[in-house]
């Protein structure tokens, strides 16, 4: 696609239900991250795929998170049981090859909010 | 915790003036790079610098590099009223080989008409 398309856009959820953000990043973009940012804060690092593996996942804050990347291409980001401290925006970026000299190019966010 | 710090973390400035902001970071990098946020959404790639580069231009931005202070500054001049947003500095730490984009925390900028 022309850009990294994230969805849904808005998600409400209830406190210990499971969500599901997904990414479909830009054709041929082999490197896909994903970043979680809470308001009027930094971009916090959750994970960084290189095809389908993920050669860096330190930035997941526990295991109620995870992660997958399939056909190199669309990714989802799964929270289980939910708290109220997952609220945030989740960006998610793609890179196009090993992307040491590369920019990222990010898609609009998934706005999370856990009530 | 964050590589990269901006610096000042709100900036207001009129229209016509120039904005600097300034980045700080901890580790030896192999480039880093400026990103721009408008409404808390998507960001927007600036300007990619590599640590063997001292200065790089891009229309109205100028960026710095300074490897032995660990610091970097852009420069917006002549600025306008679109301008106004969240300017992040993004850092490619050299020991992480897999191309982790590490942000600071950003300086909002506004542009009074």
């Known amino acids: 696609g022309a850009g990294v398309s994230q969805s849904p856009s808005n998600k409400v959820t209830e406190k210990g239900k499971d969500v599901e953000l997904r990414c479909d990043p830009i054709s041929g973009h082999t490197a896909l991250y994903w970043y979680r940012q809470s308001l009027g804060q930094g971009l916090e690092f959750l994970i960084y795929f290189q095809g389908n593996s993920a050669p860096d996942k330190s930035g997941l804050p526990s295991d109620r998170f995870s992660a997958e990347r399939t056909g190199g291409s669309v990714s989802t980001l799964t929270i289980q049981r939910t708290q109220q401290e997952d609220s945030a925006v989740y960006l998610c970026a793609s890179s196009f090859g090993i992307p040491m000299n590369t920019e990222a190019f990010f898609g609009q966010g998934t706005r999370l909010t856990v009530v | 915790s964050q590589q990269g710090e901006e610096d000042p973390q709100a900036l207001s400035i009129q229209e016509g003036e120039n904005a600097t902001m300034n980045c700080s970071y901890k580790t030896s990098i192999n480039n880093l790079q400026w990103y721009r946020q408008n409404s808390g959404r998507g960001l927007v790639h600036l300007i990619l610098?590599?640590?063997?580069?001292r200065e790089k231009h891009s229309g109205r931005l100028r960026v710095t590099l300074d490897t032995s202070k660990k610091s970097s500054s852009l420069l917006i001049t002549a600025s306008r009223a679109a301008d106004t947003a969240s300017y992040f500095c993004?850092?490619?730490?050299?020991?992480?080989?897999?191309?982790?984009?590490?942000f600071g925390q950003g300086t909002e900028l506004s542009v009074k008409p």
């Open positions: 993004a850092t490619r730490p050299i020991y992480n080989q897999g191309g982790k984009l590490i």
């Open positions: 610098i590599r640590s063997n580069e």
